[in-house]
């Protein structure tokens, strides 16, 4: 009685063992498509692939921060149009990474 317990415990055990192995694999298989890519050319490849995302970071960035500084030098109508614009930037940047997903997947 007490064998079957240890080999039951010993299985999952096992079995455990090779789910994490798996996955070793698998991250393995994952990375072999772009071995050791600098950050620099990850950024230029992933800016080629889908070039509508940073530029939608880049202009929510840059309405955020003319924006704060409206706000903070007095000129509130200059500040709320361009929380305005960064939300449709925001939304632009959402809807590019959308379209880059679905894209993506249709390779």
């Known amino acids: ?16 063992m090779l789910s994490d192995l798996d996955w070793i694999t698998l991250k393995k298989d994952i990375g072999s498509e772009h071995p050791q890519e600098l950050s620099g050319d ?14 939608g970071c880049g202009l929510t960035t840059a309405a955020l921060c003319y924006g704060l500084w409206s706000f903070s030098s007095g000129q509130r109508k200059t500040s709320q149009n361009m929380m305005r614009f960064r939300v449709f930037a925001q939304g ?12 993506a997947s249709l390779k």
Do not use: H
């Not at 007490?2 to 999952?12: E, F, G, L, P, Q």
């Not at 959402?94 to 997903?101: D, E, H, N, R």
């Open 42 to 55: 990850k950024f230029k490849r992933k800016f080629q692939e889908n070039p509508f995302v940073p530029v």
């Open 1 to 16: 009685m007490v064998d079957d317990k240890t080999n039951d415990v010993s299985a999952a055990a096992s079995q455990e």
């Open 92 to 103: 632009f940047t959402v809807i590019a990474m959308m379209l880059g997903i679905v894209k």
